[in-house]
């Protein structure tokens, strides 16, 4: 295999044998896949004004070439193809020859595939895309031709890439008018496609979008082995885990009251959840999941492990738990987060990118068993291993044997008449003993780069794992990372960097860095209940806006407005390996809008779901987080939703009629419902909210009383304010004034004991019903003004086995501040007792 540069420690023959021969210029890059290439003999560029320059000035065609560190296919086309001499001598004669890494570019990438595909559809070939990506382009960048992998020689019809080479070049000299000509066309149409995914078409946002995405995603079961995605006509395609589906599943599970589709989403979830944990794609050894399975079996992956794999999936796994109380689900969180703690995490906090599949040039080889070899290893426990990761079954990979569970510990504790927890300790030091075994064979290739949006899916993961978990030191690993990428990939302005590597912060960052990120932070807000991550969260939102806003057309560029210039610029919906920046963008400013009480956010959330509306009505299946948002969107406050604060008109309530409704006592004072922002409809029953003024008008110039009472769901609790132990969410009760009412004086009950298996000590909670008061200093340039008011109650609620979200219940109400002279009356005198 090439070698990932001098720092790395895994340089083997590759480096010893292109050393002193020839450098190029990658070796002063510090993406370790374009190290990967530096002492090819092809004469390679970096993206950037030197080539371009070069390729102008002598009117050369631009061979552009996108891969990454862990694509076995870019592996094997360096070797056979950059590697050949005589390929790279034509190549520096007759092109200008760039490499792009697509992890550290990928608006570039993006845009190319995008030509490669358009460049398909005009020629008429089934082909689809893939990397590497090799496409030509004339000297201003435009596409007019290209593929993927192209060998050496002919072979299997596939044409070889020295004859493309001299194809390409051919038809440059010779009619270049007609190749600028098909350039400009294509061009065109990427840009045109671009668009098109942003075309705004204001839609309705309701529940039934929601629905058609989950049954859109439902529809594509595989009910026999699990999985999204599948089809009966090509029911052998390889399985990917779909992460950004799995979880629009699992909101729509949890908000099973609102969606007739949860029951349907269940099954499908944790069938697939089950076959993945199951299969050959999850490291049953080391922990963590490689990128997708070759086979519709989940037997065979490709063994290249990806960090955004493992931080959606850890994330998937931790939520599955909470919602099943599952083992499994647990056991599977915690090898994900492990296997990133033990070898993609650098010493500074940030997580590495990716382990490579391959060992000297054999895909899975690190990975796969003999029997002959197991049995040595095993000896007499190697039958019983056997038996519960299918070695008793025709190897079905070229190179050994995958393990994959093929039974349970239960039917083979009950075979063997013992009981699941011994074979269980039995089974786990078999696989102890192997993968020590496994340690000591040769290292695979690490690609060292820290990505900020990569690290912001694994921040939110960890985060997740370690709240529901309740494993401190995974929270702690989050906050570490998050704290690496705000001290060291940052500049002076706060603006992101995309890269990091060797000490140095680099290229301009993302939509993807900046959304992913704030996902990760706001996870740790809820993990931690740190006002810090949610300060850093609304801040980065907000450089955010400034930097890739649409203010014409709404929704956000990929690229910042000062980015340079491409032939398109993307504004990404749909969901990939990665969900797409808009869609997370959207459901971030959705929940900073309910932790912050600022109507911006939400405002922006709304124009990102209308200007991508045509695509949630058609595509559903392809936009799942979007869909997510829609639903996320639709459960806040219809007076919110409005951007008006009485949305309801004429709720007036006496004290008596009920505790479910809101209370007001003249035409005067509105306080209207505005509770559960943000919660799902199980949620929203676990606690409810009334509210009571002492006056039925507020006296300018003086002070009043106000009460929040919380009606808590029979099981559940929420924490004391202040909250005992000192980490936990206290519930706080604040208010948002239009008059600059203060409210002063809060007077929080003291909770009682709540013992929780696993903590030392007891937890002061409230239960049932609790009553907060404070009071309110109305100011006397007040008189005879209308004020709105809000009043928001935060709090965290928890059973004895799972905790929900920090959530925050609102009452928004108009109401009259008396007029000097005016009669104030005292009110509701019951809720302001002091017993």
């Not at 070695?391 to 083979?412: C, M």
């Not at 780069?449 to 912001?456: D, F, R, V």
């Not at 969107?633 to 009920?658: C, H, K, M, N, W």
Request: glycine residues 8%; proline residues 5%.
């Amino acid at each position: 295999m090439s070698s990932a540069g001098e720092e790395n420690p895994q340089e083997g023959k590759t480096e010893q044998k292109q050393e002193g021969q020839f450098t190029n210029r990658l070796a002063k890059e510090t993406s370790p896949y374009l190290l990967l290439h530096k002492h090819n003999p092809v004469d390679w560029y970096p993206w950037g004004p030197e080539a371009f320059e070069k390729a102008k000035q002598e009117n050369k065609v631009i061979f552009l070439s996108v891969g990454y560190s862990s694509c076995y296919w870019c592996h094997v086309m360096e070797r056979l193809v950059f590697e050949n001499p005589q390929i790279a001598k034509y190549m520096n004669e007759n092109f200008v020859n760039i490499k792009v890494d697509r992890e550290e570019r990928p608006d570039i990438d993006d845009i190319y595939m995008t030509s490669l595909s358009v460049y398909f559809h005009l020629i008429g070939a089934p082909s689809s895309g893939g990397w590497p990506l090799s496409m030509f382009l004339t000297p201003d960048r435009e596409p007019f031709a290209g593929g993927t992998y192209f060998p050496p020689t002919d072979q299997g019809g596939q044409m070889s890439f020295p004859r493309v080479l001299q194809k390409v070049n051919q038809l440059w000299s010779t009619n270049k008018e007609q190749v600028q000509q098909s350039a400009a066309i294509i061009a065109k149409e990427v840009a045109r496609l671009q668009k098109e995914e942003g075309a705004k078409e204001a839609i309705s946002l309701e529940n039934r979008l929601v629905i058609a995405g989950v049954r859109s995603i439902n529809a594509s079961y595989d009910a026999e082995y699990g999985g999204i995605d599948f089809s009966d006509v090509t029911p052998n395609a390889p399985k990917f885990p779909t992460t950004s589906k799995l979880v629009l599943l699992q909101y729509d599970i949890q908000a099973a009251e609102q969606n007739p589709t949860a029951a349907e989403s269940a099954k499908v979830l944790y069938h697939t959840l089950d076959a993945m944990a199951n299969g050959g794609i999850y490291d049953h050894l080391g922990g963590g999941f490689h990128r997708y399975s070759t086979d519709r079996y989940w037997h065979v992956p490709h063994f290249e492990k990806m960090l955004y794999d493992n931080g959606q999936l850890a994330g998937v796994y931790a939520r599955a738990f909470e919602q099943t109380g599952k083992q499994l689900y647990k056991q599977v969180t915690e090898g994900i987060v492990d296997f990133v703690l033990r070898e993609l995490t650098d010493p500074q906090g940030g997580f590495y990118s990716a382990l490579d599949a391959e060992t000297d040039g054999v895909e899975g080889e690190h990975y796969a068993w003999s029997q002959e070899e197991l049995k040595k290893i095993l000896g007499d426990d190697y039958p019983l291993f056997a038996e519960f990761y299918g070695l008793n079954e025709p190897a079905r990979f070229d190179h050994g044997y995958v393990l994959h569970r093929v039974t349970t510990l239960e039917k083979l504790a009950e075979k063997h008449n013992t009981t699941a927890d011994e074979l269980a300790s039995q089974l786990a030091a078999s696989r102890g003993k192997l993968l020590s075994v496994r340690n000591q064979r040769k290292p695979l290739l690490k690609d060292d780069k820290i990505l900020t949006s990569w690290n912001g899916l694994m921040i939110e993961g960890m985060a997740t794992a370690g709240r529901v978990l309740k494993r401190p030191e995974y929270t702690a690993a989050a906050e570490k990372a998050a704290q690496f990428i705000l001290d060291q990939m940052r500049d002076k302005e706060g603006h992101l960097y995309r890269s990091y590597r060797g000490g140095e912060a680099r290229l301009n960052a993302y939509l993807d860095d900046y959304a992913f990120l704030v996902q990760g932070l706001l996870a740790l807000h809820q993990a931690t209940g740190k006002q810090q991550w949610l300060d850093e969260a609304q801040q980065l939102t907000d450089l955010q806006i400034a930097l890739f806003w649409d203010q014409k057309e709404h929704g956000f560029f990929f690229t910042t407005h000062d980015h340079e210039q491409l032939i398109a610029r993307t504004k990404n919906a749909y969901d990939a390996a990665i969900p797409s920046g808009n869609s997370i963008s959207a459901r971030n400013l959705i929940l900073l809008s309910e932790l912050t009480g600022e109507p911006r956010y939400r405002q922006h959330a709304d124009q990102t779901l209308q200007l991508f509306g045509r695509i949630i009505k058609r595509y559903p299946g392809r936009c799942a987080q979007l869909v997510q948002a829609v639903g996320e969107y639709l459960q806040t406050p219809a007076d919110q939703r409005q951007s008006a604060v009485s949305a309801y008109d004429g709720i007036f309530v006496s004290p008596e009629e009920g505790s479910d409704q809101l209370v007001a006592v003249n035409p005067g004072l509105e306080l209207l419902v505005a509770a559960g922002l943000g919660q799902t409809a199980q949620q929203k029953k676990q606690v409810t909210a009334n509210a009571y003024l002492s006056v039925d008008k507020l006296p300018a110039g003086k002070t009043c009383q106000v009460a929040i009472v919380l009606n808590i769901e029979k099981g559940w609790h929420i924490n004391q304010n202040p909250s005992s132990p000192d980490f936990l969410v206290p519930t706080t009760f604040s208010i948002k004034s239009a008059q600059n009412l203060k409210l002063k004086d809060i007077k929080y009950p003291a909770g009682h004991q709540f013992k929780v298996s696993g903590f030392d000590e007891p937890l002061l909670v409230y239960e049932k019903q609790v009553v907060i008061r404070g009071t309110l200093e109305i100011p006397a340039s007040a008189a005879g003004k209308e004020e709105k008011l809000e009043l928001q109650v935060k709090y965290q609620a928890c059973n004895d086995q799972t905790c929900i979200r920090p959530t925050t219940i609102s009452k928004v109400g108009k109401f009259k501040v008396a007029a000097p002279g005016e009669t104030v009356r005292q009110v509701n005198q019951k809720w302001f007792k002091t017993d």
